[in-house]
Nanobody, 116 residues
Framework: QVQLVESGGGLVQAGGSLTLSCAAS????????MDWYRQTLGKPRELVAA???????NYADSVKGRFTISRDNAKNTVYLQMTSLQPEGTAVYYC??????????WGKGTLVFVSS
């Protein structure tokens, strides 16, 4: 059973930075893609950033130029560096792993609160 554990969330002032981590219980290279999603109350979960097993990245338009997704295969960890955070970035951030067999695995999320 794959387990994903997010960490690094917290309270930050507008304009500040945070780096989220997603630690997997197994080799992340076995996954086709790993993503960061976020969700606020009453809204659907939205894709923030994705990285394939070969390092190809993709970002939501709202975070391009401010967020960076990266992976460390040796540590089985995916990161999301977030800069110039704004209050609309307040959300629970989730890590997802897309396996080759089509299954998805999700972490429990980490809360990011951006104060104005």
């Amino acid at each position: 059973q794959v387990q994903l554990v997010e960490s690094g969330g917290g309270l930050v002032q507008a304009g500040g930075s945070l780096t989220l981590s997603c630690a997997a219980s197994g080799s992340i290279f076995s996954f086709n893609v790993m993503d960061w999603y976020r969700q606020t109350l009453g809204k659907p979960r939205e894709l923030v950033a994705a990285i394939t097993r070969y390092g190809i990245t993709n970002y939501a338009d709202s975070v391009k130029g401010r967020f960076t997704i990266s992976r460390d295969n040796a540590k089985n960890t995916v990161y999301l560096q977030m800069t110039s955070l704004q209050p609309e970035g307040t959300a629970v951030y989730y890590c997802r792993a897309g396996a080759r067999d089509g299954l998805d695995y999700w972490g429990k999320g980490t809360l990011v609160f951006v104060s104005s």
